[in-house]
């Protein structure tokens, strides 16, 4: 598909105070959800020995995060290109904010389950609609603001994608520093502590995201 030379004026300037906001605000977003993805790796065998748990209950408390991701990122995926890219994102946020601070206080193992399979869940809401709305918000920058090694192709409400480098650089520092943060944290204040910092995140990043990013753009101009 041909890409024009010359950024229509719609689109808002990369180098903005508000633009750079909603970067910094994602990429505070995806540390804090690799964080929630990698922290529970030193912690959760001192608790699942605590509550009794088997070696079966500790893997699945391990395997439903990322089985709820993808389940579920293609029902997000769906979401997201028919209604709000913004709203889909507050929702991820909102849950894995909450079943993460639920998660910090349970002493059952279903029910650790069960909330992290929310964590999941939410991560999958988080992901779908950061990717489409950064897609979408600048469909001509994102080589600098997500990161390509491949061809890309536009559509209305959806972009393919390929090797996410802002993104996927700040989850890598969340799953980098959540393992020995969650330790630390969980030594000196107990299970729940790591779980209502990382929840302290998410709320940050709703509070901060720019309430007037739902433009929708595409590279005819519609």
């Known amino acids: 598909m041909h890409m024009p030379k010359k950024i229509p004026p719609h689109l808002p300037p990369l180098y903005s105070l508000r633009n750079f906001v909603l970067i910094a605000t994602i990429c505070v977003e995806a540390a804090s959800e690799g964080a929630l993805m990698a922290m529970l790796t030193p912690i959760l065998p001192q608790r699942a020995r605590e509550l009794g748990a088997s070696e079966a209950e500790l893997v699945l408390v391990f395997a439903v995060f990322p089985a709820a991701v993808l389940l579920l ?18 929702v ?4 894995s904010g909450g079943t993460c601070v639920v998660f910090g206080v349970l002493r059952s193992v279903p029910w650790l389950v069960v909330t992290r399979f929310g964590m999941g869940a939410g991560s999958a809401a988080v992901w779908s609609g950061t990717y489409a709305l950064l ?5 001509w920058r994102s080589t600098i603001v997500i990161g390509m090694t491949g061809p890309r192709t536009l559509y209305r409400h959806s972009s393919v994608l390929t090797a996410p480098f802002l993104t996927e650089a700040a989850t890598g520092v969340g799953s ?13 204040f107990g299970f729940a502590m790591p779980f ?12 901060a995201f720019p309430a007037d990013v739902s433009g929708r753009y595409c590279c005819c101009n519609c």
């Open 73 to 90: 990122s293609p029902l997000f995926g769906y979401i997201t290109g028919v209604f709000s890219r913004e709203g889909i994102i507050y």
């Open 92 to 95: 991820g946020l909102a849950l």
């Open 135 to 139: 897609a979408d918000y600048y469909p």
């Open 176 to 188: 980098m520093l959540g393992p020995p943060g969650a330790a630390f944290l969980a030594s000196k």
């Open 196 to 207: 209502g910092c990382v929840r302290g995140r998410l709320d940050l990043c709703s509070r």
